[in-house]
């Protein structure tokens, strides 16, 4: 069965499976539009509408899962996309096999690699297998969730799946094919799911022109089917008062003088108990707890001894540039007789700076330097004067056409690796740096910088910034990218610089949820928790973390400037996602308090690796209060507010109307 649409030919293909084979099923045409197959055991039938909707209706006297193929025919420069799961070949030739899903026909031996990779459908971020070509895309979606018309008391869930070299496709019912990928080199055995009498819906989306970023419109349609953004309980107030509680008498350790990752177990033990001090310069350490909490004192008024201990933090960082080199320790004091190698070393590091802490750190000291300067009139010249010595540093080693490295040696300023993402976080800060000293060294720095990233966010293959995923193609990499382009574009004025804060905010979408997907597992299942406007941080590591939320402000600068709605709503979704994630506690978690916030959660089959004490079941969260986390929500929400100059009110307004306040808005 072939169709053609926009200027595309495609090929239709179906395939009954059984537990046991794997059969192909043409269907006969009934009518314009209607197909129906029959065989002794099996019988569905096809709907597809004028606006390429369709419908599948399967009944079955035996269990089975039913595969709808698109065959896209006679295009070049192809490119698998099944956001959150498969970038391609995964980055397969930067990083290495047997981590994470590659689809491939390269190293067969590694079961990691396939030709042929199937998920749930609930593993996406919006529920559709994407091929992008040269002329553009299509792309093939279903309802991640059917009914089971055998049993009212349950549901189907649906599949979506890459096939090489030129076949997206979805199923009703699903299996995980070749494996069941739960987390970085655990290949688990398949899982599937098979029906007698159900429907699915979805339909077929094709885009012409704009290559691999023609995939951003797929998304934007389907966004608007099944967005449903998640609802707060509380006011914004309760919302800063409660984080602030927990950092300074929950996550604080006295003894290790540091913020902390913290875990309990469940049932049985449910008091949180530090496990590791947060001592890093960035990525999971220090700048990204204390500019969060220091902005939510500054908001609610308070200012006490928690203060000076935060204040302290960034004093101690401030005093601990490497003179050999330039840069940053990664560390700001000695931990297991390092001073660079954090929790990440032995992934893929070790002994050596790494761009993802060094430019982090130095981005958000710089953001502290100018919160307090603009909030206080107080100026830390030592925290200035470090930051930029770290970013003189790091400008001498980069390259012309603007990589600024991946790791770096510890004895001289020499790039050690260049590969990777994680550069751009000093992009990022030589922005800031231009913004806050009017240098014209930083803004040669962070153009350059910008114009040589901008091609990982073109090409949908920003991979290699966490330093414990092996390279692979991630979600928060781009973190820095957005905010790179909007300092840039508010500086400069330059609209080539809103353009890649567009494309930057599209790539972030395809890793935020646009859905309310069914947790397998408690505690979330069965619950009022939404995974709509959650984002995934990468195809190695499967689950929903709050990083996305921290750039709320961003997003809403895009839609000032463009004055397109879509960025608006999802910058909503994200803050909340995030504020209605932090009310499940601790009702719905089984620990913490309001403000206490884990890295993982879980909407589908992935990293589902916790496991509750009592009973072995898998959990559908961590038992943790990692401390970068809830502060990433915090951010956010910080972050809008103090851009709204909504500061000394009461803040007592519900959290929607925040949006309505600072856009005029009748409704999100």
């Given at each position: 069965?072939?169709?053609?649409?926009?200027?595309?030919?495609?090929?239709?293909?179906?395939?009954?499976?059984?537990?046991?084979e794997e059969y192909s099923a043409v269907p006969t045409k009934i009518s314009p539009g209607f197909?129906?197959?029959?065989?002794?055991?099996?019988?569905?039938?096809?709907?597809?509408?004028?606006?390429?909707?369709?419908?599948?209706?399967?009944?079955?006297?035996?269990?089975?899962?039913?595969?709808?193929?698109?065959?896209?025919?006679?295009?070049?420069e192809l490119y698998h996309l099944i956001p959150c799961n498969i970038h391609g070949d995964n980055n397969l030739t930067n990083?290495?096999?047997?981590?994470?899903?590659?689809?491939?026909?390269?190293?067969?031996?590694?079961?990691?690699?396939?030709?042929?990779?199937e998920f749930r459908a609930d593993r996406a971020s919006h529920p559709v297998s994407i091929i992008t070509c040269k002329n553009g895309a299509i792309g093939i979606s279903i309802n991640p969730y059917s009914d089971n018309s055998s049993d009212k008391n349950t549901f189907i869930r649906n599949g979506v799946f890459s096939s090489l070299p030129d076949t997206a496709g979805v199923s009703l019912?699903?299996?995980?094919?070749?494996?069941?990928?739960?987390?970085?080199?655990?290949?688990?055995?398949?899982?599937?799911?098979?029906?007698?009498?159900?429907?699915?819906?979805?339909?077929?989306?094709?885009?012409?022109?704009?290559?691999?970023?023609?995939?951003?419109?797929?998304?934007?349609?389907?966004?608007?089917?099944?967005?449903?953004?998640?609802?707060?309980?509380?006011n914004a107030k309760t919302y800063l008062e409660g984080f602030l509680d927990s950092y300074e008498n929950i996550n604080w350790s006295e003894e290790l003088k540091a913020f902390t990752n913290e875990e309990c177990s469940l049932p049985d033990s449910p008091e949180l108990k530090p496990w590791r001090p947060l001592i890093a310069t960035g990525w999971t350490g220090i700048g990204v707890l204390a500019y969060p909490l220091l902005s939510a004192q500054h908001l609610t008024g308070q200012k006490n001894e928690f203060t000076e201990k935060i204040l302290g933090l960034f004093d101690e960082m401030s005093d601990r540039i490497n003179p050999a080199t330039g840069l940053f320790y990664d560390l700001i004091r000695t931990w297991n007789g390092s001073d660079v190698n954090g929790w990440w070393a032995g992934y893929m590091v070790k002994d050596c700076h790494c761009a993802y802490t060094n430019g982090n750190g130095t981005y958000y000291l710089l953001k502290t330097y100018e919160l307090?300067?603009?909030?206080?009139?107080?100026?830390?010249?030592?925290?200035?004067?470090?930051?930029?010595?770290?970013?003189?540093?790091?400008?001498?080693?980069q390259r012309d056409d603007g990589c600024f490295g991946y790791t770096f040696s510890l004895e001289k300023p020499e790039v050690l690796d260049s590969d990777g993402f994680a550069g751009c976080w000093f992009g990022a800060a030589c922005a800031l740096a231009y913004k806050l000293t009017g240098k014209d060294t930083y803004l040669t720095g962070a153009k350059k910088g910008a114009e040589y990233y901008y091609e990982y966010v073109k090409n949908l293959d920003c991979w290699g910034s966490p330093m414990d995923t092996w390279k692979s193609i991630d979600q928060e990499g781009n973190l820095a990218f957005i905010r790179t382009?909007?300092?840039?574009?508010?500086?400069?004025?330059?609209?080539?610089?809103?353009?890649?804060?567009?494309?930057?905010?599209?790539?972030?979408?395809?890793?935020?949820?646009?859905?309310?997907?069914?947790?397998?597992?408690?505690?979330?299942?069965?619950?009022?928790?939404?995974?709509?406007?959650?984002?995934?941080?990468?195809?190695?590591?499967?689950?929903?973390?709050?990083?996305?939320?921290?750039?709320?402000?961003?997003?809403?600068?895009?839609?000032?400037?463009?004055?397109?709605?879509?960025?608006?709503?999802?910058?909503?979704?994200?803050?909340?996602?995030?504020?209605?994630?932090?009310?499940?506690?601790?009702?719905?978690?089984?620990?913490?308090?309001?403000?206490?916030?884990?890295?993982?959660?879980?909407p589908s089959d992935g990293l589902t690796i916790e496991k509750y004490t009592d009973t072995g079941e898998p959990s559908s969260i961590w038992f943790t209060?990692?401390?970068?986390?809830?502060?990433?929500?915090?951010?956010?929400?910080?972050?809008?507010?103090?851009?709204a100059g909504l500061y000394n009110n009461d803040m007592t307004f519900d959290i929607t109307e925040i949006f309505k306040d600072i856009l005029m808005e009748d409704k999100i």
């Open positions: 069965m072939e169709i053609a649409i926009n200027g595309f030919s495609l090929e239709l293909g179906f395939y009954i499976r059984t537990k046991n197909y129906e197959y029959k065989n002794k055991k099996t019988n569905f039938k096809f709907h597809l509408y004028d606006d390429y909707r369709y419908s599948l209706d399967l009944i079955s006297d035996i269990p089975v899962s039913l595969k709808f193929a698109l065959r896209l025919k006679d295009e070049e990083a290495k096999p047997g981590f994470f899903p590659n689809l491939t026909f390269d190293y067969p031996e590694s079961n990691s690699t396939s030709p042929e990779w019912g699903y299996k995980n094919f070749p494996y069941t990928f739960t987390f970085k080199e655990m290949m688990t055995v398949q899982t599937a799911h098979y029906a007698q009498n159900a429907q699915a819906t979805g339909r077929i989306i094709a885009v012409k022109g704009k290559g691999r970023l023609a995939s951003s419109e797929i998304i934007r349609k389907l966004y608007y089917e099944s967005r449903k953004c998640p609802s707060p309980l509380h307090l300067k603009k909030t206080t009139g107080e100026e830390k010249t030592k925290w200035l004067e470090s930051a930029l010595t770290a970013l003189d540093a790091v400008i001498s080693m382009a909007v300092i840039l574009h508010s500086t400069t004025n330059d609209t080539k610089y809103l353009q890649m804060a567009v494309h930057s905010a599209e790539y972030e979408y395809l890793w935020r949820y646009s859905f309310k997907a069914r947790p397998e597992f408690r505690p979330l299942k069965d619950s009022n928790w939404n995974s709509c406007g959650g984002s995934v941080t990468s195809v190695s590591n499967p689950h929903i973390h709050p990083m996305g939320v921290n750039i709320t402000s961003e997003l809403i600068y895009v839609y000032k400037n463009t004055g397109d709605k879509y960025h608006l709503n999802r910058a909503a979704d994200g803050l909340c996602w995030g504020l209605a994630t932090a009310d499940m506690y601790p009702a719905t978690t089984g620990y913490g308090q309001l403000g206490v916030i884990t890295e993982r959660y879980c209060f990692n401390g970068w986390a809830g502060v990433s929500i915090l951010e956010g929400l910080t972050e809008t507010l103090l851009e």
